[in-house]
């Protein structure tokens, strides 16, 4: 498997976590800008918190605890794939050099 074939999935899983959970900011929020909105996502979802921004209601203080739970744990694993790439490519090295029969001697005359 190649790194981009690999790599693909992860990173649009993650852009599309993101995008959801700036569209649900914007949503929940109409003071905030969509900058804004995209900021707070990536500040949840990365764990860094600030607290410059806190939910108004319930609804939206609901959504963002799943939110951050559930961004936490995806772009965690996320980078655990990525991290396993070049992981996977020395394997597979490893495991070509060990299954590939060795060259004999050649017959001196």
């Known amino acids: ?3 981009s074939a690999s790599l693909v999935p992860t990173l649009l899983t993650v852009a599309g976590t993101i995008a959801l959970g700036s569209a649900a900011f914007f949503c929940f929020d109409g ?3 969509p900058i804004q909105a995209l900021y707070y996502s990536i500040v949840t979802v990365t ?5 410059d921004y806190t939910p108004r209601d319930d609804v939206a203080r609901a ?5 951050a ?3 936490t744990v995806l772009l965690a694993r996320a980078l655990g794939a990525i991290a396993d790439i070049p992981l996977a490519r020395r394997r597979a090295l490893q ?3 060990v299954l590939e029969p060795s060259p004999q001697p050649s017959p001196q005359t």
């Open 63 to 67: 959504f963002t605890s799943l939110y």
């Open 47 to 51: 764990t860094v918190g600030y607290g």
């Open 69 to 71: 739970l559930f961004g």
């Open 1 to 3: 498997m190649s790194v």
């Open 95 to 97: 495991q070509q050099l």
């Open 31 to 33: 003071d905030l800008s």
